[in-house]
């Protein structure tokens, strides 16, 4: 048996946030990544993120996570376990986890679930064919793996994945990009899409994928306008001559874990689809587990690393580690940043969504 | 095809070279990476075809969540060929269906 004061699943950028304010508070901090490396899909991230200087805005995703590696490496009260999954909740102290080709039972006061979010897949004829993947994963291909699986892309969805890995699609030297919106405007930032079309790439709104097809990898897509309820208009279909299909339509929460412990769920299509109830401090309808990053719901990496550093406060002035004086002005602070990363047109219904949520959770902490 | 250079991350580093075998023919790949990265540096694209109705599958979600990319390696049937990492002399074999174990027939 492993006793530790908090068990952190994941260690993408909540659970890594999570980690250092736990351990540099004094818990004794267990963190779990079924991964070969941490870091989860920040080192995919090349680009310069947004926001203000408080937020790394300016700072390359990859760089941030080098950083957060190393300091988790440098600091005695954190133990990493990689290539190891936390496959079974016993009950919410005790957990299993294979780790080293062997089961060890975790004894933990808490747990931080960061186990982070999953791509949405958009069907369509020809969807299954070899060559039609996740933006992410095509992400991966060209930004970890350095490979390019083809050289004329068609992206579905102008959200921030879809700008960003189109760019960084042809920074890999892929030769053309055609992207398509179903809605009839762009979804993500301007400056990214701005940043394509300087590369040539055509931005098509009101316009989805049919089909693709293609002899055993994608060759050919038929694209068609589509009218405001994303029903194709008759007639106006075309063929495109593309390589290679991502699909950039979202992500949802990845909560087995979660759904094993038995929390409670609520339907939140801005964070994704199902997303676990959680309240302001992190904490779930259950006591003593919280949850951090895109499992709480679908969002970026800034905001991940905030909602990683709240639970862990959050966790740390639960066991009595710090003062509450200490913890409400931390908790501010980092409440309004949290709140700067959700202002904007572009982060106002996160904002929502996220009070939508905390207000159920209301109820769930009279009950506990 | 592999990207060698890149403006931000420079170039890769291909010293660690192991040759594999895919469905019985030698390859190249980079010590380390997945074996789908070395299957589309190759040009391969079709990982498995499934059970019923014999369609192609490759890669989907390129971080060991989908399954959509499992391949027989080294006898194994069901290998997550995303996140698993390439050594020197493995043998990789399309899936058909569900897979089978070293030296049975398929299923």
């Keep these: ?368 | 095809m592999r990207v060698i250079a890149h403006p931000i991350l420079g170039n890769i580093n291909q010293d660690n070279e192991v040759t594999v075998y895919v469905d019985g023919k030698e390859m190249r790949g980079i010590e380390g990476e997945p074996i789908a990265a070395m299957l589309a540096a190759n040009k391969i694209y079709t990982h498995r075809l499934t059970k019923k109705r014999h369609e192609p599958r490759g890669i989907f979600c390129a971080i060991g969540r989908c399954t959509d990319c499992v391949m027989i390696v080294d006898g194994i049937p069901n290998v997550r060929t995303c996140v698993t990492p390439l050594k020197e002399g493995m043998v990789i074999e399309t899936q058909h269906g569900v897979g089978h174990w070293g030296g049975e027939k398929s299923v």
């Design chain 1, 1 to 368: 048996m492993f006793e530790v004061d908090l068990l952190i699943v994941g260690a993408g950028p909540a659970g890594l946030c999570a980690a250092l304010e736990a351990g540099q508070e004094g818990l004794s901090v267990l963190l779990v990544d079924e991964n070969a490396k941490p870091g989860g899909q920040l080192f995919k991230q090349i680009h310069k993120f947004f926001g203000s200087e408080m937020h790394k805005a300016g700072t390359r995703g990859f760089r941030i996570g080098e950083n957060l590696v190393r300091e988790i490496a440098e600091c005695p009260n954190i133990t990493l376990w990689l290539n190891s999954v936390v496959f079974s909740a016993i009950d919410q102290n005790h957990f299993e986890v294979v780790h080293n080709c062997s089961v060890q039972v975790i004894n933990t006061k808490k747990v931080i679930v960061a186990t982070g979010a999953i791509e949405k897949g958009l069907v369509f004829p020809g969807w299954t064919l070899p060559g039609v993947m996740g933006a992410g994963a095509l992400q991966t291909m060209i930004n970890i793996n350095r490979v390019r699986p083809g050289n004329k892309l068609l992206m579905v969805g102008s959200g921030n994945v879809g700008l960003i890995v189109s760019y960084q699609f042809l920074q890999a030297g892929g030769e053309s990009v055609i992207l398509v919106e179903a809605a009839n405007r762009i979804g993500g930032y301007g400056v990214h899409a701005s940043k394509i079309r300087r590369y040539g790439t055509n931005i098509i709104t009101g316009c989805s994928v049919e089909s693709v097809s293609g002899n055993g990898k994608v060759e050919s897509a038929i694209l068609a306008k589509v009218d405001d309820k994303f029903q194709t208009i008759k007639g106006t279909q075309w063929e495109e001559k593309v390589d290679i299909v991502a699909i950039a339509a979202g992500l949802y929460p990845l909560m087995e874990l979660l759904r094993q412990l038995g929390c409670e769920f609520t339907m939140c299509p801005p964070l994704g689809g199902w997303v676990p109830v959680h309240d302001e401090r992190m904490e779930t309808s259950l006591n003593g587990i919280f949850i951090a990053g895109d499992v709480s719901g679908a969002e970026e990496a800034s905001t991940a690393m905030e909602e990683g550093r709240l639970a862990a406060w959050s966790v740390t002035y639960d066991l009595a580690k710090c003062t509450k004086n200490k913890y409400e002005s931390v908790r501010i602070d980092i409440t309004k940043r949290l709140e700067a990363l959700r202002s904007g047109p572009y982060g106002i219904a996160r904002k929502n969504a996220k009070d939508s949520i905390y207000a159920i959770a209301k109820n769930f902490s009279k009950l506990r």
